[in-house]
């Protein structure tokens, strides 16, 4: 009980940066229109593992350690932000690219581990991300949180990111907004390349 008292407020909190959207929604949201179902589910669990890992290294006191050393967290923004502008590039040439949806059954494991690393180095690419998770943590945590605690709680970080994209993969994979990307696709894949670029150029030119 003790822990659930502790755990929930902090997962509710982080709820509203979940649902938020950014980079991490535009590409599980592209891929269950644009690829499959199952595409869309890896990815998902993709963008879990990815925050699932800021928690820890929120725990472990990397945003700390950010903190302390600038240049470490000018290198990450750099990286992330290219990383963003890479995927906008990306996006934008493959607009004019005509795709044929099939029924979003067929996949490979290494077609679905390749989604799954793509969404999970979405999730890494942004270093603010973990700053956010240690701001959280060190804000709502006991000052000497329990074992049980520090386990519970990146098992409930990567439970509420899976949900939340999950939802979003199964909601989007359905007919009707397949279908509507076909008819739309040059203009939806220029408007994510011109998001997603705005993101990577934000997490760039963004201060401490």
């Given at each position: 009980m003790e822990i659930a008292l502790t755990l929930l407020p902090i997962l509710a909190v982080l709820a509203i940066g979940v649902i938020s959207p950014g980079p991490s929604f535009i590409l599980v949201a592209r891929t269950a229109v644009a690829v499959s179902r199952s595409a869309a589910m890896s990815a998902a669990l993709g963008m879990a593992a990815g925050a699932t890992l800021l928690a820890v290294a929120a725990?472990?006191?990397?945003?700390?350690?950010?903190h302390q050393i600038p240049s470490a967290y000018l290198a990450?923004?750099?990286?992330?932000?290219?990383?963003l502008l890479y995927l906008a590039y990306?996006?934008?040439?493959?607009?004019?690219?005509?795709?044929?949806?099939?029924?979003?059954?067929?996949?490979?494991?290494?077609?679905?581990?390749?989604?799954?690393?793509l969404a999970a180095a979405t999730m890494l690419s942004n270093p603010?991300?973990?700053?956010?998770?240690?701001?959280?943590?060190?804000a709502m945590l006991p000052a000497?949180?329990?074992?049980?605690?520090?386990?519970?709680?990146?098992?409930?970080?990567?439970?509420?990111?899976?949900?939340?994209?999950?939802?979003?993969?199964?909601?989007?994979?359905?007919?009707?907004?397949?279908?509507?990307?076909?008819?739309?696709?040059?203009?939806?894949?220029?408007?994510v390349g011109v998001v997603l670029s705005v993101?990577?150029?934000k997490l760039l030119l963004s201060s401490r």
């Open positions: 725990l472990l006191g990397l945003s700390a350690l950010l990450l923004k750099l990286i992330g932000g290219l990383y990306q996006t934008w040439c493959g607009a004019s690219t005509p795709i044929r949806m099939g029924n979003g059954t067929a996949a490979t494991p290494q077609s679905l581990l390749r989604h799954f690393g603010k991300a973990a700053v956010q998770y240690g701001v959280i943590f060190a000497a949180p329990s074992q049980a605690l520090t386990a519970a709680l990146p098992v409930g970080v990567f439970m509420l990111e899976a949900a939340w994209y999950l939802v979003v993969a199964l909601a989007l994979s359905a007919a009707k907004p397949r279908e509507a990307y076909i008819r739309t696709k040059f203009t939806i894949d220029r408007t993101l990577g150029v």
